[in-house]
Structure formats: C-alpha cells, structure tokens
C-alpha cells in the first residue's frame, strides 16, 4: 500500500474494490472529518469504506476486522502492511438474512443473523476459503422477525456467546427469549436467557476487571421528544430483570403499563443518556495510546435519533468509571456528524485495535473511521516532534519526499544534477536526525513507499530500494515502450502498480506517462501526443483515474488510466511540480518554478496560496500526522514542515 495514497486518504478508488459510488461516499465522508469535534491531541481519519457497516470483530493473528451489516453481506477488511489503513475489503458472506452480528472466539468467525448463528473456520488466514460451504449453523431459534432483529453479539469471559435478541415492537408483551440477552456455549449448546427486560440492546462489552456484562439499551419511541432516556446497564449475574415493558426506559412508564407489575425486582440504568440519541456499540478501553484517565472508560455510539423534532446523537459518549469500576458521569467524546440539525454520519460500533486505537463504524457513509492520539494519527508520529524549527537542512537538491507510519521521513537528494552516482536516500527520524538509506543513485527523484519497499524515479529507470538499503532496478531503460528522459513524479496504487510520470526534454518530447505492474510489465498509459505537455505530479484519483500536474503549463490534469483520456481542469500553477490531498480533502500543488504552494478545497476550485517562501518547492507530501505539508525546497538544500491546519 502507498504510502502517499495512503495519507491522502484516497484508497477506495486506487484500491477499486467498490463502484464510483461507494467511492463518492468515502470522499464525501473525508471531506467532513474536519467538521468532528475531537479532544485536543485526537484525530480521526477514514480506514476503510465498507458498505453499511455495523459491529466489528478483530480477527486474531492477521488482525483482519470482519464487519456486519443489516443486509446481505459480511465484510473482511485487511491491513496487510499494518500502516492503520485498510488495503482491501472482501465481500466474505452475501446470502445472509440480517448479518449484523460477529465475533471471532479460538480463530473461527461467528455470525448472527435474524434467525441463527453459525460458524465459519479460521477466516482470517484465507478470505478466499468457500466460507457458505463451510457455514456450520450451531443455533436456529432466534425469533424471525425483523422489527428489531439486528444481532449484536460477544464472548464473555466465561468463553460463553452473548446474543441480544430485541422485542419486535415498539412496546408489547415479549415473548420467549424476546427483549432478552441469552448466553451459549461456543458449540451453541445450553442456550439460556442471561437478562431479561430489555428492549432493543445492539452494543455490549464486559468490564475488564470485573467481567461484568455492560449493555446499551435502545428505548421506547413515541413518548416525546425527551422522554424515555436511553441507558447503560450492568448485568454482574445472570437473571437479572432491567425493565421493559414495565418501563419504557430509566424508570419512566408507558400510559398502557405503567399499572401493571414486573414478575421480579427491576434494575435501573447505571447511566441514563438523551432520550432517542440511539446508543449503540460499546468498547470498554484498555489500550495505552490514548490518555491514562481513559484506560477502564467506556467509548459508547450513539447512532442518533430518528423521531424527535430536533435531531440528537450522532456522536460518541465517554462513561467514566471510577477505581472501584462504578460510573462517574458522562460526557461527550466526539461531535460533529450533526450539523444545523443536519446528519453526515451515524457512528454504529465501536472496535479497539491492538495498538490502543479506535475503529468507528458508520452505516450512513459507509466508512469505518480510526480515531488515534498523540503522536499517532494513522499510525503514525507528529511531524512536530521530527524538528523543533519545522525545517531540515543541509540536503543536496532534496527533490521528493515520503512519511512512513512510524514518522520516519524518506527524501531523495539528487546531488550535483546530472551527475551519475551522486544520488541518495536520506532518512530523516522523528528527532530530525539524518542518516543515509542507499547511495549510489543518479538523480533520484519521485519517491513512494508499498510494503516497507521505496520505489524511486531515477531518470531513465526505476528501482526499488529496501529497508537495509539494498537497490534492485525493476525496470531498465530498454524496458519501457518509449524512450525514458527524464522519469520525475511516482504515485502506486493498492495493488502495488506503479505510475511514474516522463517530463521528457524541454520541449515536452519522449514525454508521458507510464504503468508498472508488480510483475515487471511496464506499459505507456500517456505519450506526448496528449493535451499534457510535460507530466511531473501524479495522484490516484479515483477509479482509474489520476490528477496530473503539467510542469510545462502549470496546468492541472485529470487523466483515465485505462483510456488515455484528459481532461483540464485548472491552471496557473507555473512550474506544476508536486501534488497532495489532506485528510479534510484539500488538494495542494507545489510551483517548483516560483517557490510557491497552492491549496484547493477541489481540483476546480480557485487556488489559495498557502505559501511563497520556498526557492524551488519540489514533489510535496504529507506528514504522517496530516497536520503539515513536507516541502522539499531542492534549490534551498532542505525540507520544511508547511503547517495545513
């Protein structure tokens, strides 16, 4: 996976695992991230864009993350560099009914859906295993209504399956294991009714400590805009009774029951919440990236009203708990997806990764947000740390740049130009020290990052170079369709496929753009008979599709892979060199020409200058944290950290 797609967040269309559509809802999504209210020193970024996504489990070994839906499908989505962003999502499952739920226990998935739950074996090694063929269903007497049939499940401490099973109305007698909680065996054996009294539960998790049972609660509607409140209860034992339909949520009644007796004592919220915000998946934390007060907190979705006459919800709760596990209050976590009593998204669960971030699905975009602190955002370290003074100095004609998740910087430094040999690989740390990678190089000059791999243009060839330093030419000058003069921009897709831009001579002969698959075949997507004269910035812009910087126009192209096809779309941007999207959406250009960095809120907007102060500001990129532009000033010996937020 690119690194350089991957911090510009534009992976579902590089990746071309769902329809423009789907793409256009990932966009949508990270064009709003900047409207979510975090605590200072969180972030939030897209990591994935799964369609409808609801509960979350993470598969152990390969930490792949399965995904439910209230629809047909199951998902698996696979991070296979672990740089925190997904690098494909499969469709595992599409003949469910209702396969909201899932849980991995001892390496198999389970799945539950309207009416059963059933197994499938060791997915997470193998997505393309025959996982219908393979389904065994262990439990078949779930209710079979759909009023209130999304399944959430988990295993408990007891390696039991936790099952919550909604009563098919709004307010009614329930019926068997109706508006329950009932625990099983892992083999679906010994089923029984854990807790009783509850209405619609769709998120659970036991307290570390204690392993007691926590469980949202969704309430009666039709009772006004502010009434019945939503709820937090703990289950510490079995046969507990929390209410419904004797009350339609905390210790509120309905007019039709509000005369009628609960068969046995009926325990109350420990923590009430807004009437109607709809809280849904909950996680309590354990992880140490984020803050030490919010180890043992619970992060709770609340996936937001849909019949109150103004909006509420939309957001993410924190509920505190004290030293000896008891609730302390409550407070908002994350905001923003309702805007002037408008929704952009609808958090739904709510997963912890291994490395102590969050993994926030949302069933309206589409999308699974991570939600990291501090020095990580995306897995990754800030750009603040890497130097005090934001700027790196005494390189040799620094041209290209690229920030790997652990905040290491990789920069090509050409040397004397034109001279063969003189090239180089600099890493720059999160102190901001230097040290060289691999020497030997010409004038090195795009440079990206795929599975720990760096592959570098290098005038009339490209090489890929590894950790250790090691160089590898994998494709000649003999190897390309046309003549290679003067390689310049790299840009690789999801799957490993290079582009590489040709701005050719001065003039703009011999120049293009060419294809490299991992396979060594190299292909000519662009020749210089096109509209773009002289091509140096590349970026995946979608499904096929590339933007394109003309370093002998200044003019902005989009260009389609597949036909050759260009389209213009701006201009103005003199010596058009490097190209770069922000976590917000925001496009930035780099003027190697006139020292300058442009900000557009779209490809077609008007430019803003964001910056003049560089001599020759090269092939931009972003910081790992996304909070700066890393700026190769060539003509100036360094880099410099632009701030963009």
């Given at each position: ?174 019926q068997g294991i109706e508006a329950s909680i009932i625990r099983m065996n892992a083999d ?94 909950l996680k309590f934390y354990t992880g140490d990236m984020f803050p030490a007060d919010y ?351």
């Amino acid at each position: 996976m690119t690194l350089k797609t991957i911090t510009q967040l534009m992976l579902a269309g590089s990746l071309g695992l769902m329809g423009q559509a789907a793409f256009a809802d990932r966009a949508d999504a990270e064009e709003n991230l900047h409207k979510l209210k975090l605590p200072e020193g969180f972030h939030i970024n897209v990591y994935a864009e799964v369609e409808g996504a609801r509960q979350m489990a993470l598969g152990q070994s390969t930490g792949t993350v399965f995904v439910g839906t209230r629809g047909n499908n199951v998902f698996a989505v696979v991070d296979k560099n672990k740089d925190r962003k997904a690098d494909k999502v499969v469709k595992i499952l599409d003949d469910l009914k209702v396969g909201n739920g899932v849980a991995v226990h001892q390496g198999n998935l389970y799945v539950a859906e309207q009416n059963r739950i059933a197994i499938y074996p060791a997915p997470g090694f193998d997505l393309n295993l025959p996982f219908k063929q393979m389904r065994e269903v262990i439990y078949d007497k779930l209710p079979d209504k759909a009023h209130h049939g999304w399944r959430y499940i988990a295993f408990g401490p007891d390696n039991k399956l936790y099952v919550t099973v909604g009563a098919p109305c709004n307010i009614c007698n329930p019926q068997g294991i109706e508006a329950s909680i009932i625990r099983m065996n892992a083999d679906g054996s010994d089923a029984e009714i854990y807790a009783k009294g509850i209405r619609n539960s769709v998120g659970m998790d036991f307290q570390p400590d204690t392993g007691t049972l926590y469980f949202t609660d969704n309430n009666v509607d039709m009772m006004g805009d502010d009434n019945p409140p939503g709820e937090l209860n703990a289950a510490p034992k079995a046969g507990m009774h929390f209410g419904f339909p004797y009350y339609a949520g905390g210790k509120a009644q309905h007019p039709d029951w509000k005369d009628k007796q609960a068969p046995q004592d009926v325990t109350f919220p420990v923590q009430e919440f807004q009437a109607h915000t709809a809280s849904l998946g909950l996680k309590f934390y354990t992880g140490d990236m984020f803050p030490a007060d919010y180890k043992g907190d619970a992060i709770i979705a609340q996936h937001g009203s849909w019949n109150r006459t103004s909006p509420v919800g939309y957001q993410l709760m924190r509920v505190t708990f004290d030293d000896n596990h008891q609730v302390t209050g409550h407070e908002v976590f994350i905001d923003g997806w309702l805007q002037n009593g408008e929704a952009w998204g609808r958090p739904t669960d709510v997963l912890q990764l291994a490395d102590g971030s969050l993994l926030i699905s949302d069933d309206y975009n589409d999308v699974i947000y991570r939600v990291s602190y501090g020095d990580d955002n995306a897995s990754s370290t800030d750009a603040t740390s890497q130097s005090n003074s934001k700027t790196i100095t005494d390189l040799q004609m620094p041209e290209s740049a690229i920030a790997a998740p652990d905040g290491r910087v990789f920069v090509t430094e050409i040397g004397e130009f034109g001279k063969a040999g003189d090239g180089k690989v600099t890493v720059i740390d999160k102190s901001g020290q230097k040290t060289t990678l691999a020497t030997g190089l010409n004038d090195p000059k795009g440079i990206d990052l795929w599975n720990n791999e760096l592959y570098i243009a290098d005038v009339d060839h490209v090489v890929k170079v590894d950790m250790k330093g090691d160089i590898t030419v994998i494709a000649k000058a003999k190897d390309f369709p046309g003549k290679p003069v003067f390689l310049n921009d790299m840009e690789i897709d999801g799957n490993g496929t290079l582009y590489v831009s040709d701005s050719g001579t001065d003039d703009g002969e011999n120049a293009g753009i060419y294809q490299i698959t991992q396979a060594g075949k190299v292909s000519e997507i662009l020749d210089d008979k096109s509209a773009i004269k002289r091509p140096n910035g590349l970026l995946m812009d979608g499904n096929d599709t590339l933007l394109v910087a003309d370093f002998g126009t200044g003019d902005l192209y989009r260009a389609n892979i597949s036909s050759g096809k260009t389209e213009a779309l701006n201009k103005g941007f003199g010596g058009a060199d490097g190209l770069v999207r922000d976590s917000k959406g925001y496009l930035y250009v780099s003027d190697w020409q006139n020292g300058k960095v442009w900000q557009l809120v779209e490809p077609k907007a008007t430019p803003q200058l964001l910056s003049d102060d560089f001599v020759s500001a090269a092939d931009i990129s972003l910081s790992a944290d996304g909070q700066y532009l890393i700026v190769p000033d060539m003509k100036g010996s360094k880099i410099v950290y632009l701030p963009i937020q």
